[in-house]
C-alpha cells in the first residue's frame, strides 16, 4: 500500500492530501491500493457500511471481507455455507 501524498480519492478523484484525510472505501471498493478522501467517506461510504449492515445484519469485515458470503436468500454465511 502506498503512503505518498497527494493521491487520487478513488471515488471522486480529489486530491488525498494526507494520512487524516485517507480512509478505506470498503464496501465500495477492495482494492489494496483503493483509498477515499474524507468526504468520501463521510457521504457515501459510511452509507454503504450502514446500509450493508442493515441489509445482511451483520458489519462489513474488514478483516476478512473476502471471506464473506451470501446465500441465495441474502444471509450471511461462513465458509462453511452455514448461515451466521
Ligand atoms: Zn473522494
Known amino acids: 500500500m502506498s503512503s505518498e501524498y497527494p493521491k487520487p480519492c478513488c471515488l471522486c478523484n480529489q486530491q488525498i492530501t494526507g494520512v487524516h484525510d485517507d480512509h478505506n472505501p470498503a464496501p465500495l471498493k477492495t482494492g489494496e491500493n483503493d483509498r477515499c478522501c474524507s468526504l468520501c467517506n463521510q457521504e457515501l461510504v459510511i452509507e454503504a457500511r450502514i ?5 445482511y445484519g451483520i458489519p462489513w469485515d474488514f478483516q ?10 441474502g444471509r450471511v454465511v461462513d465458509h462453511m455455507g452455514v448461515v451466521q
Open 51 to 55: 446500509a450493508h449492515l442493515v441489509l
Open 64 to 73: 476478512h471481507p473476502r471471506l464473506t458470503r451470501y446465500n441465495e436468500d
